[in-house]
């Protein structure tokens, strides 16, 4: 790693150091109000985010990525798959089952001026390294007056995957977008997943980066804008993945799908519900969000995670807050359970939230169905 840092590279006919060309490269991204339909071909979630990291790496010589099984494994879930061969073991380092440690020296290396990839096998692991990502990275811009940037990316699958157990299946979304410094990002698609981790890696400040260990190997139609190697996608912007006029629906990662689902269900019943994407958790699209229950005049937010001081919650308060007079309807708040997730597949089904539950919810923003107590 220490050649990484002293060696030079040309840069615009001069040589300058690593350190030098880190204040210098920070590319713009592409409007993410663009739309991007027609479709080239389909890639996986995984493929999406192992090009963005590739190109990246190829781009940047700073770029860096580190964590458990990344290289010889090719990456737990191969996310990193080939990137050791092509990139070598200073690029691409193993570490020991030492997240404390290696992130910690990701952070470090921040300091310098290098851009790490921290990958966590899951952010459920990240609880050994938190003091690392919460103090020293999302803190030091701030206690230094700006004179220090942390241009680091925490990345790995968070939320439930199946049959793990609650010390596995934990969504740190409002965990991190609760603390000043950081920006957490949570893509849902393809066209997300690269857009979102080029932007991550551009970014100057400490950006957590939350996946989905279910959606690496869904399959999205990406456009040919998107396979552009200057791709990259707005931190802070969400997306209507859905336009609609009758009750809207906020989700992010996994979440989005169910309720697309949801939505076509609803069109069924005469209900036309809009879907926001939110893409980024922190900074939130709180104006996006409030322009469309504007329009629609209901809400119902859709999470994994626990329900109390949630992403759905803070969503709840920015439309009371700025949209009151607007809401025809009580707001409906979709989470996962209050309790440890468990273990057994049924008891795992009934705490998370599923597409009828996210039917149900926006049915009765509408008065189109009995309430909550009679159906209890």
Known sequence: MLGILRQKVSFGGSHISIVEQSFLRIRPAVNASRGYTSAAKEMTVRDALNSALDEEMSADPKVFLMGEEVGEYQGAYKISKGLLDKYGPERVVDTPITEAG???????????????????????????????????????????????????????????????????????????????????????????????????????????????????GESFPVAAEVLDSSFCLPIGKAKIEREGKDVTITAFSKMVGYALKAAEILANEGISAEVINLRSIRPMDKATINASVRKTNRLVTVEEGFPQHGVGAEICTSVIEESFEYLDAAVERIA???????????????????????????????????PKAATA
């Not at 241009?151 to 934990?170: C, K």
């Not at 997943?193 to 279910?214: Q, S, W």
């Not at 009934?350 to 049915?363: G, L, S």
């Open 102 to 216: 290696f992130t910690g020296i990701g952070v470090g290396a921040a300091y310098y001026g290098l851009r790490p990839v921290i990958e966590f096998m899951t952010f459920n692991f990240s609880m050994q390294a938190i003091d690392h990502i919460i103090n020293s990275a999302a803190k030091s811009n701030y206690m230094s007056a700006g004179q220090i940037s942390v241009p680091i990316v925490f990345r790995g699958p968070n939320g439930a995957a199946a049959g793990v157990g609650a010390q596995h299946s934990q969504c740190y979304a409002a965990w991190y977008a609760a603390c000043p410094g950081l920006k957490v990002l949570s893509p849902y698609s393809s066209e997300d997943a690269r857009g979102l981790l080029k932007a991550a890696i551009r970014d100057p400040d400490p950006v957590v980066f939350l996946e989905n260990e279910l959606l690496y």
């Open 336 to 370: 996962g359970a209050d309790v440890p997730m468990p273990y057994a597949a049924n008891l795992e089904r009934m705490a998370v939230p599923q597409i009828e539950d996210i039917v149900r919810a926006a049915k009765r923003t509408c008065y189109r169905s009995v």
